[in-house]
């Protein structure tokens, strides 16, 4: 029998559950992909079942269940801060300090009772973890590496804000820490903040606007924001922030530095936003570039392991791999804290005597992230049928064929197969895919797919061994978290480029794929393999053989304020929401113009949280 350990991470944003056996994940799971509410925080009941039912058991199986921090040391460093900023953040506390008192310090009993109310077993011992060790257990034990260095840098965990391991087979050492209020991650969500987006969802918008503006504002920051020590250690100046006394990450002094008041979410964007996403993207590299270089030195080791949510940096990675720093790097595809839940079981398998064999054969144990729930054809037409609507059922060779023809002639298609994605990034599971190399394609699939920002950038799915034909790519990037430029060789003149600035840059056709090239030669590259996702890499065969292009567009297969699809359900529904125009759902193939009429209550994009 199989030793299982149930991971849970709650109760802050992206709750998740993820199981491992015998010190492999078997399977994981964010709580919004089931609920629909998008970074729900809830405890992660239904991605508990989920990850129960794909691997087999039930509760009484499992030996024990990990939880990613601990809460008793968090609630220490919350009075700690409310205390030393008083008498100001006073109601921001008095606020708080009800939901501590009353469960959030008792967390471990709340998970228990919740366990208990799935009805699925007998609970089993509950353990709790650090954030930070929960991170970098899921960093390190999953990746390719016998021993490497292991960075993890955030928001804030109980204390600490960055920390720095050296994992060696089954062990992880911490060697160095920094600790809240200094963080990395809140000077990130901080100009995320001002600059009009939500923190703990939209540091991804601000890292797309960066490349449209120049970095005027970071010597500014340098100077009266962050201390950076030539080791990558800072410090911050607390003078300019607000999160220590309450519910805003910035005030006053913030808005005097930088020439003004916040914009207003879905105010417009000027060049004040461009070039203080600029300027911030600058100086986080700096920071991540001295910490790698300070890993490197303190540990030895030629490897590097990243988790953390300022490891969903994807520009900042790449730094780090064009920097050549460390002769690799492996990133946990879930890095944020949905991952914790993962590296709380990790660490505890570990220490339940689990083994880690894999490193003899170069590969990572997340099987291409795919970890989440999976339909299979029966269920799947079940499904259609039961909703009357048409489709062709194909093999899938035939299935890649069709749809690359479809791709090939300009169409946008929703891709659902097999096991769902875990972690933030569609990695052709659960995916909207569309033709590169058409120069429209990024304006239609952001405003009428997505229904989002025309800033923001589209990533490229590419067939792992033409990779280097279309990207500066030093190492393959699975799971869609290394930014590199556009080869040079796939460049064309910019003709029309002269006094061009902010959203013009737009306009401006790039290279022979200029659906994912961002307005400065760059892009958010996923290499794929037979062996990660066959499905998807057959698709990029077909398209590659009809067009002699290797590379799709490929973005999460939902709308702007909804979590990923996950269910035959979500899928479709998103299908006729959209002008998605086909959509391939296992191997079953459906048009648009053939659906019926597809009939909703009101205007469902009025009821779209901004993000």
Request: net charge negative.
């Amino acid at each position: 029998m199989s030793d299982l350990v149930l991971g849970i991470s709650a109760y802050y944003h992206d709750s998740a559950a993820a199981l491992v056996s015998d010190g492999l994940p078997a399977a994981a799971a964010q709580e919004e992909r089931f609920s629909r509410v998008r970074h729900d925080p809830a405890f992660p009941a239904e991605a508990v079942r989920s990850c129960l039912r794909e691997a087999g058991a039930e509760l009484g199986d499992v030996s024990a269940v990990a939880y990613y921090e601990d809460p008793a040391l968090k609630f220490r460093r919350v009075l700690s801060s409310y205390l030393g900023a008083a008498p100001r953040g006073f109601a921001s506390f008095r606020q708080t300090l009800p939901g501590w008192l009353s469960w959030k310090l008792r967390t471990a009993d709340t998970v228990r009772r919740e366990l208990a109310g799935l009805g699925l077993g007998p609970v089993p011992p509950l353990v709790t973890r650090r954030h930070h060790e929960s991170h970098a257990a899921s960093a390190f034990f999953p990746s390719p590496y016998e021993s490497a260095a292991v960075l993890c840098i955030d928001g804030v965990g109980e204390w600490a804000t960055t920390t720095l391991w050296h994992g060696r087979g089954t062990g992880l050492r911490q060697i160095a820490e920094l600790r809240f209020p200094h963080s990395l991650g809140l000077l990130y969500s901080a100009f995320t903040y001002f600059c009009g987006f939500k923190v703990d969802s939209g540091e991804y918008k601000l890292m797309g606007l960066a490349p449209y503006g120049t970095p005027r504002y970071a010597q500014v920051i340098r100077e009266r924001l962050i201390d950076i020590k030539p080791d990558g250690s800072f410090r911050l100046n607390m003078r300019y922030f607000e999160y220590l006394r309450g519910q805003r990450m910035t005030g006053e002094a913030f808005e005097r530095l930088f020439g003004g008041p916040r914009r207003s979410p879905e105010g417009p964007l000027t060049e004040r936003e461009f070039d203080l996403a600029a300027s911030v993207q600058q100086v986080t590299e700096e920071v991540v570039l001295l910490l790698a270089g300070t890993a490197r030195k303190l540990t030895g080791e030629s490897k590097l392991c990243l988790a953390g949510g300022v490891a969903l940096n994807c520009v900042a990675n790449g730094k780090v791999i064009e920097q050549g720093i460390f002769d690799e790097v492996w990133i946990q595809p879930a890095a944020g804290d949905a991952g914790g839940s993962l590296g709380a079981a990790l660490a505890v398998a570990m220490e339940r005597g689990a083994g880690r064999d894999h490193p003899a054969s170069g590969r990572d144990t997340m099987s291409g992230s795919l970890l989440g729930p999976a339909y299979g054809d029966d269920a799947i037409a079940a499904y259609l049928d039961g909703k009357g609507v048409p489709y062709t059922r194909l093999d899938e060779d035939e299935l890649a064929r069709r749809v690359a023809d479809g791709l090939a002639d300009g169409k946008i298609v929703g891709w659902f197969q097999g096991r769902m994605e875990f972690g933030p990034r569609a990695l052709g599971a659960r995916s909207i895919l569309g033709d590169p190399r058409d120069p429209a394609m990024q304006s239609a699939m952001n405003l009428k797919i997505k229904f989002r920002e025309s800033f923001r950038p589209f990533a490229p799915s590419v067939l792992a061994p033409d990779a280097k034909d279309y990207f500066d790519l030093d190492q393959e990037s699975p799971y869609m978290l290394v930014v590199s430029d556009v080869a040079a060789a796939q460049r064309v003149e910019a003709s029309d480029s002269a006094g061009a600035t902010g959203l013009d840059l737009l306009r401006i056709q790039r290279s022979t794929i200029p659906a994912v090239t961002h307005v400065d030669s760059s892009a958010r590259v996923q290499t794929v393999t037979e062996h990660g996702n066959a499905p998807y890499h057959r698709l990029l065969e077909a398209f590659k053989e009809r067009t002699g292009c290797p590379v799709l567009v490929n973005t999460s297969f939902n709308v702007r304020g909804e979590p990923i699809v996950n269910s035959p359900h979500d899928a479709y529904t998103c299908f006729m929401r959209t002008d998605i125009d086909l959509l391939a759902l296992g191997n079953f193939l459906l048009h648009k113009e053939e659906q019926p009429e597809w009939r909703e209550d009101g205007d469902w994009r009025d009821a779209i949280p901004l993000d």
